[in-house]
């Protein structure tokens, strides 16, 4: 399995709909979850952490299911300015250097919401 | 309060050439990164450091080496540009590390050709 998948998108969705991007990751002692937010020929930045116990932000809500290695983020009332690339990040035990864990991060999913 | 600062933000090379990615931040965070993104790729560490004085490799290091003799600078060495290091790199930094979120500088475009 990759170390971090995510639905390979792109999703184009009308304005006021409801979408949902899933995310599977490898290693069952990840500690740490994030979804983060990319435009177009942009830096990345953080949208929101994930919480085992699942996690809310306005319109956004962020899921952890650790039994099946799954992470996922809701998007309710899509607007315009929810256009963006989304990416799932875990924190996975490299392979490299000293062994020790290190953001890994998905290819990410296009969100493209359509007036 | 600047943040992360990357310079320079463009840059073509041709094969062979070397330079130096400047990384600066003023937020007195300890980890700092860089990574790189290829089109339609997720974003891949090259190499990270936990403090001055003490860096390590990535997932993918070859080609690169960084140095890391202040708290608030990271540059990235490319040394004999290859095709292959065309992309877009980011650095970063955190207060702690895998546990809390990336601060992330606005990118160089980097051709080699």
């Known amino acids: 399995r990759k170390e971090v998948e995510q639905d390979p998108g792109p999703f184009n969705v009308p304005e006021g709909a409801t979408v949902a991007f899933n995310c599977t990751y490898s290693?069952?002692?990840?500690?740490?979850f994030f979804w983060y937010r990319q435009d177009c020929r942009k830096e990345p930045k953080l949208l929101m952490s994930?919480?085992?116990s699942g996690n809310e932000d306005g319109r956004f809500t962020a899921q952890l299911n650790r039994a099946s290695q799954y992470i996922s983020l809701l998007i309710r009332d899509s607007k315009l300015s929810d256009s963006a690339t989304y990416l799932c990040?875990?924190?996975?035990?490299?392979?490299?250097?000293?062994?020790?864990?290190?953001?890994?991060f998905g290819k990410g999913t296009k969100l493209s919401v359509i007036p | 309060n600047a943040g992360v600062t990357q310079t320079p933000k463009f840059r073509i090379l041709k094969i062979g050439q070397s330079m130096t990615l400047q990384c600066a931040q003023d937020m007195n965070h300890n980890y700092m990164y860089w990574y790189r993104q290829d089109p339609g790729m997720g974003l891949k560490l090259i190499y990270y450091?936990?403090?001055?004085?003490?860096?390590d490799k990535g997932e993918v290091p070859n080609g690169y080496n960084v140095s890391r003799s202040t708290t608030e600078d990271f540059p990235l060495r490319l040394e004999l540009a290859a095709p292959s290091q065309t992309s877009v790199y980011f650095c970063?930094?955190?207060?702690?590390?895998?546990?809390?979120?990336?601060?992330f500088g606005s990118g160089t475009q980097l051709s080699v050709l």
């Open positions: 290693n069952s002692a990840s500690q740490s």
């Open positions: 970063a930094s955190s207060r702690q590390g895998v546990f809390e979120k990336l601060f």
């Open positions: 994930v919480y085992s």
């Open positions: 450091s936990v403090g001055a004085g003490i860096t």
């Open positions: 990040v875990v924190n996975i035990r490299q392979d490299s250097g000293a062994g020790s864990y290190q953001l890994t």
